[in-house]
């Protein structure tokens, strides 16, 4: 007889299979509801706060008209020869919903600090299905982001000529940017103790853009940051943005962009589901 017992900060991974009476399909089934069901309460939450909800569909307008007004009479674009409006708007897409995305390390150091991480540790679920809600509810609202701030662009100006493939691949890009981004944040938020702790990671990535090549050109940028710009993951990321939204020439862009955000996501949700585990088991 089996007489192991479950520790009380232990998660329940078998209690789908019992739940539902039997092994094989259940334990996925069962995940996949739980998934849908934390998605959904994530959600909901996001707009029942009015002050997020105003935060998430005027900033991405505010930042566009801000750098096609503000800043763009005054910015050459360099050897590009594009207007400001073009050069700009791909970054800025990037922008609206990376940011979102990195309030995702607070939304989940929240609910590890507060009485979720009680029900959390008596609830029957997987252990990577919280943090994965948590992830999948931010790229669902973020991609929503980038699309308010590219119907801002429109507005203002920006006329692409991109393709039907083309804007394919850019929503493709979009969302796996925001999936990385999500995930980085998960791992920050669970590895953190508080939510203003893990309120910084937002503000890393709301500067990153402006150390590449998405606010100014990169070779107009002193050495040392010129070489900083080259070297972190937005620049491509934004140049395949760019070439796509625009028919330009993509070079190698497109498949550093892919390993980037293939290699950030590939790493970081597994280590969310890790760190969530030892979260809830360790009572930290």
Not at 170 to 192: E, F, I, R
């Amino acid at each position: 007889m089996n007489t192991h017992v479950r520790a009380p900060g232990d998660l329940d991974t078998n209690a789908g299979v019992r739940a539902q009476g039997g092994p094989g399909m259940s334990i996925p089934v069962t995940a996949a509801r739980d998934l849908r069901r934390l998605v959904v309460r994530d959600l909901r939450r996001e707009t029942r706060v009015l002050d997020a909800l105003i935060v998430n569909t005027a900033l991405p307008v505010m930042i566009m008209i801000l750098f096609v007004y503000v800043f763009g009479g005054a910015i050459t674009t360099g050897s590009s020869g594009l207007d400001y409006i073009d050069f700009v708007v791909p970054a800025v897409l990037l922008m609206s919903g990376g940011y979102g995305a990195a309030l995702t390390a607070v939304t989940i150091a929240e609910d590890m600090t507060g009485g979720m991480l009680d029900r959390f540790r008596t609830l029957p679920i997987s252990g990577w299905v919280v943090p994965a809600g948590h992830v999948v509810a931010s790229v669902i609202r973020n991609v929503a982001s980038s699309a308010i701030a590219l119907a801002a662009a429109l507005l203002l100006g920006f006329r692409p000529d991109a393709t039907p493939a083309d804007w394919a691949l850019v929503v493709v890009l979009v969302t796996g940017y925001v999936l990385a981004m999500s995930a980085l944040a998960a791992v920050w938020g669970l590895l953190v103790s508080s939510s203003q702790a893990a309120g910084a990671f937002s503000f890393v990535v709301l500067f990153l853009p402006y150390v590449s090549d998405g606010i100014v050109p990169a070779e107009t940028m002193p050495g040392p940051l010129r070489a900083f710009a080259d070297a972190q993951p937005l620049t491509p990321i934004i140049e395949t943005m760019r070439a796509l939204l625009l028919d330009l020439p993509m070079g190698s862009s497109g498949a550093v962009a892919a390993v980037w955000i293939a290699g950030i996501v590939a790493v970081c949700l597994p280590a969310a589901a890790l760190l969530f585990r030892r979260r809830t088991s360790s009572g930290r």
